[in-house]
């Protein structure tokens, strides 16, 4: 595959606010502490769609917001979201509706069940009418939507936004998946070697063989392996870094993602 | 520039019209519609519903136990038909397991499952049944590990979730990763089954109607659901295999509202116009449309503004959501499918249940099955969070 290159990156996990923080975070230069996270409030959704919106949308999209600033609230960029569970807050307000009397499922739970939800209001918030697609892959999520981003980049030959994104599930179906931190990151990545803002270069093959790469730090690599979207840390750490490696992601059973990652 | 055309190799479906394409093609051609009163599990809604007849009787293979829910079983059963998963075999044989991409979309996936455990959970400690494994039956990916486990490929792997334009989706996703040099032939489809989520879920936000569906009718008020499974295969086109070409397709958004169209069909007339374009085809070129059609006043009134305004009020459509009823995830792929057996087998078939056409609305909806020779078709599929997608297939040549 051709190379993409990262133009910008946001983030929002614990102990990770933010792009600016996770830089000095990850590059080694400050502490991980992983406090937990301020109230979400993205503010490219106007108030009474927010009031309308969940936990795990307004993670996705705080993310966003961080990646792209004020460009979050007017852009007609291709997205890419993916997230391994959507949205398990409102599956459980719905299962727990439909095995009640007369099974009063909220209108709004419905349609935020989606699992584009958070697609569909970034899309509104930026008045985008570009294509945009949502996957699921478990551990290989990040990885999945990675590669489809890329694709679609080369494509278009268009800049892509990829959100990578999952939120902590509530009791009871946090016994069978157990997430239990928050955490978001958007990668726009662009086809285009000559902007002069990137922050670095990916090669991405698929391999048979790997081993997966890890987090030194012991808290962050508890983080990278609560939640499928935090299997994005090695990569975003070799950014930081401003540093050169050879990453392997899981991707699908019997599959790996290679990224190869040099600084622009 | 146009893109390059992919060869439908072999398709099958399996829908409230019986398993196999036979069934469908029967279905449409004779006029005979799947919808039945809705009697799933214990729903006390007043509907009708397209429902697939025999999954209660179709386990999985004991080592597929743990992929066990109704979502899974349909998409088995759709795999054992019209020798679906023996051409599978032939193909990676061909290809190598490792060559063949498989794209799977789904919009609620195993839910059943959840809803189910939720019922049988303990009532002291909310706790769910040991047994519950929603990584394999609830999860969005579920589909797309059973597939590509029960196939025995190895290759790369895409599960997309778009609501009611997932299984579009994926011939997109194929055409640009075969593109790309990921994979050289690509297994497409989707997959979705009833669940109590979507029935009181549309059932809430006042959408599903109490009789058979009527897509553009004056007296139109809701969908019917249903489910539905469908898979094709796409290869690079050779002269010498022949099969319908997948020739364009379209992806769009309306960045309007969650649950309703945008009004004028904005981003329904934008995937429509990339469809032609990757074509490199002209609004000329298309004999007729499968509407997304679903029979709420508000989709068809979207959708009909965005055809007229891309394609005048002279090309035939029509929906057959009144033959399956609205299989959400699986209506792309659905659709698709009866989109390329109009191609093949040379018919329009007219809305089903259409009696009398809303007025206000203007683009040329057939009413009634006719005989046309027909070389370029569009499929729309459009889906809350206001996603679109728009497939443009034209004949073997």
Redesign the interface.
Known sequence: ?KPVYIQTIGIMAPGLVGWEQAQQVLSGSGPYQPDSLPALKPEMLKPNERR?TSNTIKLALQSIQDGLGTRCKKHDLITVFTS???DMEI?DK??????SPE?????T?????????P???A??A?????????????AG?FA?GL??AA??A??ARQPVLLVAYDYPVP???S???PITRPFATALLLSVDADADTQLAVLNLR?A?QGVESRMQDAELEVLRLDNPAARSLPILQVVASGSQAELSLPY????HLTVEISPC | MPITPLTITHFTQTNALGKGVQASLNALQSRRSGLTPCDFEDAQLETWIGRVAGLEESPLPEAFAEFECRNNRLARLALEQDGFAGRVAELIGHYGAARIGLFIGTSTSGIRATETAYRQRDRDTDRLPDDYLPSHTHNIFSPTWFIRRYLGLEGPALAISTACSSSAKVFAAAHRQIEAGLCDAALVGGVDSLCLTTLYGFNALDLISASPCRPWDLHRDGINIGEGAGFALLEPSRTDIPGERLLGYGESCDAFHMSTPHPEGQGAALAMRQALERAGLGTQDIDYVNLHGTSTPSNDAAEDKAVVAMLGDQVPCSSTKGWTGHTLGAAGITEALFALLCLRHGFIPGSLQTREIDPSLQARIERENRPARLNQVLSNSFGFGGNNCSLLFGRSP
Do not use: K
């Open positions: 595959m309308r391994s569970e959507g599956v719905i299962c727990r509706a439909l095995d099974r009063p499922v909220s209108p739970h419905f349609h935020n069940s989606v699992h584009n939800a697609a569909g209001y899309g509104i930026a008045g985008s009418q570009s294509a945009s697609t949502s996957l699921a892959a478990r999520s999945s590669l489809e694709v679609q080369w494509a009791y009871p179906l016994v069978p998946i698929l048979q699908l059973p019997g599959l």
